[in-house]
T-cell receptor
Framework: SQKIEQNSEALNIQEGKTATLTCNYT??????LQWYRQDPGRGPVFLLL?????KEKRKERLKVTFDTTLKQSLFHITASQPADSATYLC?????????FGKGTSLLVTP | DGGITQSPKYLFRKEGQNVTLSCEQNLNHDAMYWYRQDPGQGLRLIYY???????QKGDIAEGYSVSREKKESFPLTVTSAQKNPTAFYLC??????????????FGQGTRLTVV
């Protein structure tokens, strides 16, 4: 069966450091992968989309890598800030809708 | 303001009652989706619609029903047949359902509690 796995343990880092979150998947052949941010009690918000032929994509302090051989995406937040504290979700298309991982909670402390 | 609106934000239902959650979008998107989120769980797909007047069951459709009579509206009814309806419900839309090479826009969610 198709699976999207994200580290279920919360990631706690100090302000200014780089946060790295992992998304692994099985039984998908994705043309692209998406990352979303979700704050408590709110709907997810789209952050980045990376295509299979793109190894890396950047947007401001965010960087995403996509390795279709390893079936893995890494999501980096550089110079992290307390405002970056949230849950980050990885998503892949199943052909008719997006399937999401359970998300990784990030806490950035001052 | 363009966006996707869910209402109400909080909803309480007595056991045995049906309840309908509203989802409206003014983004002119063809595709709309309903997800359910439980604590510690990811988003699970309930129903999706790729075009008006058409919808399909997702992974956990039992006990739910939908309609798509208008492009901008995709209401979800939680029926009494749904055994564990207490959850956070999220509606989303995307430009097209056939090619999902676009982002999904989510509403603010409806938190349903059975009392």
């Amino acid at each position: 069966s198709q699976k999207i796995e994200q580290n279920s343990e919360a990631l706690n880092i100090q302000e200014g450091k780089t946060a790295t979150l992992t998304c692994n998947y099985t039984n998908y052949s994705p043309a692209y992968l998406q990352w979303y941010r979700q704050d408590p009690g709110r709907g997810p918000v789209f952050l980045l989309l990376i295509r299979e032929n793109e190894k890396e994509k950047r947007k401001e302090r965010l960087k995403v890598t996509f390795d279709t051989t390893l079936k893995q995406s890494l999501f980096h937040i550089t110079a992290s800030q307390p405002a970056d504290s949230a849950t980050y979700l990885c998503a892949l298309n199943s052909g008719y809708a997006l399937n999401f991982g359970k998300g990784t909670s990030l806490l950035v402390t001052p | 303001d363009g966006g996707i609106t869910q209402s109400p934000k909080y909803l309480f239902r007595k056991e045995g009652q049906n309840v309908t959650l509203s989802c409206e979008q003014n983004l002119n998107h063809d595709a709309m989706y309903w997800y359910r989120q439980d604590p510690g769980q990811g988003l699970r797909l309930i129903y999706y619609s790729q075009i008006v007047n058409d919808f399909q069951k997702g992974d956990i459709a039992e006990g739910y029903s939908v309609s798509r009579e208008k492009k901008e509206s995709f209401p979800l009814t939680v029926t009494s047949a749904q055994k564990n309806p207490t959850a956070f419900y999220l509606c989303a839309s995307s430009l097209t359902g056939q090619s999902l090479n676009t982002e999904a826009f989510f509403g603010q969610g409806t938190r349903l509690t059975v009392v």
